[in-house]
């Protein structure tokens, strides 16, 4: 739902009662990628009495929907979206809570479209005119902030990926930087990349990464069975790895033993 919807303004929170520990380490092994909270008080709130539970939250703040998450449709979604605002939903993309007139306008617009990159140089330019008056400098001056920002967010979310070894999503971050910042902030991010590919261990992880995607794909179109066949070879073939652990787990349907 997250994948499909996310764009068209739907936001996924995961929510659970248990420890920031337990909690932290099913999100590292399953790679859950939406957000998540520990130790919750929601269920009571919000009547549930068995899990999995899902609520859906219309644009006007109202539930829309309660109940397993097996049951939930596309077309209640596309219900509780309309008049959602629209969002991008590449992860380069600036979220900007202000406008921005004048020359700003299609700056702000190309940064919270998702290419920061075009937009920075220009409005270091603006920022250094001595023609621009004050609020365009200001506006230039905070657009620029949010884009050195935004990076240094995504940097550490790059980070973060590569600490419990999901290599195949920190290489997608860091070079995502280095293409959109080439020669300015993003030669740091091409320097990072190098490493992590020089790293052997690192290398293994990404094997392992791409395997267990593949087997994925793969398990959507087939049955059970042979689905269950094809995260055994990702265990097999790439033993130590993260995408072993995540596909074994999968077999064992999401439970650790």
């Keep these: 739902m997250h994948d499909e919807f996310a764009s068209q303004g739907l936001v996924v929170v995961a929510v659970s009662d248990e420890g920031d520990k337990l909690v932290s380490d099913y999100i590292d092994s399953l790679g859950i990628q939406v957000a998540v909270g520990a130790g919750s008080p929601a269920s009571g709130k919000y009547g549930v009495n068995g899990i999995p539970h899902s609520v859906l939250i219309d644009v006007n703040g109202r539930i829309a929907w309660s109940g ?6 596309k077309g209640k979604v ?3 979206l309309k008049g959602a605002k629209k969002r991008s939903s590449n992860f380069m993309a600036v979220p900007l809570e202000e406008a921005f007139g004048g ?7 190309t940064m919270s479209g998702g290419n920061p990159g075009k937009s920075l140089a220009a409005l270091q330019a603006i920022a250094a005119d001595e023609k621009a008056t004050e609020d365009e400098k200001t506006g230039a001056a905070t657009l620029i902030s949010s884009i050195e920002e935004h990076a240094k967010l995504l940097n550490g979310q790059a980070e973060g990926f590569l ?3 999901d290599v195949q999503k920190g ?11 080439s020669g300015t902030i993003g030669d740091a991010a091409k320097a990072r990349a190098a490493e992590v590919r ?13 395997a267990l995607t593949r087997a994925q794909e793969q398990a959507s179109k087939i049955g059970a069975s ?5 995260f055994q070879e990702v265990v097999d073939k790439h033993k130590g790895t993260r995408a072993a652990e995540r596909a074994a787990m999968m077999m064992r349907g999401g439970k650790k033993d």
């Design 78 to 80: 596309k219900e509780a």
């Design 163 to 165: 600490k419990s070894y």
């Design 68 to 73: 397993s998450p097996y049951d939930l449709s």
């Design 103 to 109: 020359r700003l306008t299609a700056l702000a617009k």
């Design 171 to 181: 290489l997608l971050v860091l070079d995502a930087l280095a293409k959109e910042f």
């Design 198 to 210: 020089k790293d052997e261990k690192m290398m293994k992880e990404l094997a392992g990464a791409e």
């Design 226 to 230: 042979k689905a269950k066949a094809k």
